[in-house]
Every structure is written in structure tokens, then in C-alpha cells.
């Protein structure tokens, strides 16, 4: 069964220096999306990404955030210049259509920023 | 203010018992769907279930099944038969219509814990 996959699953680096979070979304789904899941928190959303734009993106997602799909199967999400309160789990998710009800989740990235 | 609230932090339920994991929502949008995952202690989120805001019908998975009242705006998870593999955090969400991008809005969480 197809799936999402990020890597890596676990990204340790020091406070101010900058990351990239990998994910390879269903081959052919065409909704990408990003989130995150601060220890013991909710899930909240981050941004949504199709035909190469931000289609939505939350008040998380400020301008240390970004988003790319460098080729035909990436998608990532880089934060410039990381803070402690960006320490948390990153999940991508993809979804065939924008109307799907099944977003599938990756196994997601566990970001600790020291 | 929150748009999905889940009630209760923990549960405990005896295996092979059913639970109820309660989730009431806050949407003025006539198109949304409700969804349930879970999250075992690895970390990865699984879907289990969906409710169209126009499903005239409950959904059902398997063991999972979903209360929809839509009047007073809840989406209540049941799991028949627990199992202990069951024990896991558990995520309503909800998702609005394409004003919100889609993306899905999730409650705080419930922690089920299935006793032997």
C-alpha cells in the first residue's frame, strides 16, 4: 500500500541554525500538507501546498517557514533560523484531491532544537 | 475559539468492552467533514474514520463506528470489542470547506487505556 514517508525521523541541531524537513508524498496525490504536534499538544496545521503555491497557511507559519517541491516526488519544509518553541513532531500529509476525505499522515520527523 | 473539543483527557475500558470517546465541533460552514485518528505511542497518525456533513448514515470501520448528531454538533467515536492494542491517544478533527485550504482542525485528544 502506498505511503507517506519523511525523513529524517529524528533532526537534533542548535537553536538558530537552519533545517529542512523531507517528506515524499503519495505519487499521485496533488495536496501536500504540512504539521506539527508540539510535545503532549494537539496537532496543528501549518500549511497547505498545491500546483506548486501555499494554498492556506496557518498564523504558526510565519516567515522562518517555508515550503517547496524542489522535483516531482518532494515536498519540504525548511525553518531558517530555529527556535526552542520549534521543538516538536512535523508531519507531512498528502491527499489525492483537495475535497478527499483521507489525508494520509507520515510517520513524522521529531525536530529538537537545543 | 476551539472548534473541536474533546471532553475527556483519559479513559479506561475493560477489553473486550465498548467506549465512547466524545468530540463535539463548532463550524458555521454547511460542508465539513469529521474525522478520527489515533495515535499509538510511536507516534504515527492512523485514520480510522470519516463523517460527511451530508452523510445521511453513521460511518463504520470495522470495530469503529461514528455517532454523527449533527443538531448538536457531535461526532462521537464507539469502538466495539477493545482490544489492547487499542490504547492510544485518540484525535477528532474536522475539516471546512475550501475557504480553510482543507486542512484539518484537530481537538486536544483522548487518551484511551485498555485494561486486560
Known amino acids: 500500500e502506498p505511503e507517506v514517508t519523511q525523513t529524517p525521523s529524528h533532526q537534533v541541531t542548535q537553536m538558530g541554525q537552519e533545517v529542512i524537513l523531507r517528506c515524499v508524498p503519495i505519487s499521485n496525490h496533488l495536496y501536500f500538507y504540512w504539521y506539527r504536534q508540539i510535545l503532549g499538544q494537539k496537532v496543528e496545521f501549518l500549511v497547505s501546498?498545491?500546483?506548486?503555491?501555499?494554498?492556506?497557511k496557518s498564523e504558526i507559519f510565519d516567515d522562518q517557514f517555508s515550503v517547496e517541491r524542489p522535483d516531482g516526488s518532494n515536498f519540504t519544509l525548511k525553518i531558517r533560523s530555529t527556535k526552542l518553541e520549534d521543538s516538536a513532531m512535523y508531519f507531512c500529509?498528502?491527499?489525492?484531491?483537495?475535497?478527499?476525505?483521507?489525508?494520509?499522515f507520515g510517520p513524522g520527523t521529531r525536530l529538537t532544537v537545543t | 475559539a476551539q472548534k473541536i473539543t474533546q471532553t475527556q483527557p483519559g479513559m479506561f475500558v475493560q477489553e473486550k468492552e465498548a467506549v465512547t470517546l466524545d468530540c463535539t465541533y463548532d463550524?458555521?460552514?454547511?460542508?465539513?467533514?469529521l474525522f478520527w485518528y489515533k495515535q499509538p505511542s510511536s507516534g504515527e497518525m492512523i485514520f480510522l474514520i470519516y463523517?460527511?456533513?451530508?452523510?445521511?448514515q453513521n460511518a463504520t470501520e470495522g470495530r469503529y463506528s461514528l455517532n454523527f448528531q449533527k443538531a448538536r454538533k457531535s461526532a462521537n467515536l464507539v469502538i466495539s470489542a477493545s482490544q489492547l492494542g487499542d490504547s492510544a491517544m485518540y484525535f477528532c478533527a474536522m475539516r471546512e470547506g475550501p475557504s480553510s485550504g482543507y486542512a484539518l482542525n484537530f481537538g486536544k485528544g483522548t487518551s484511551l487505556l485498555v485494561t486486560p
Open positions: 463550524t458555521s460552514d454547511p460542508s465539513y467533514g
Open positions: 463523517q460527511g456533513s451530508y452523510d445521511q
Open positions: 500529509a498528502s491527499s489525492e484531491l483537495a475535497s478527499s476525505y483521507e489525508q494520509y
Open positions: 501546498f498545491y500546483n506548486n503555491e501555499i494554498s492556506e
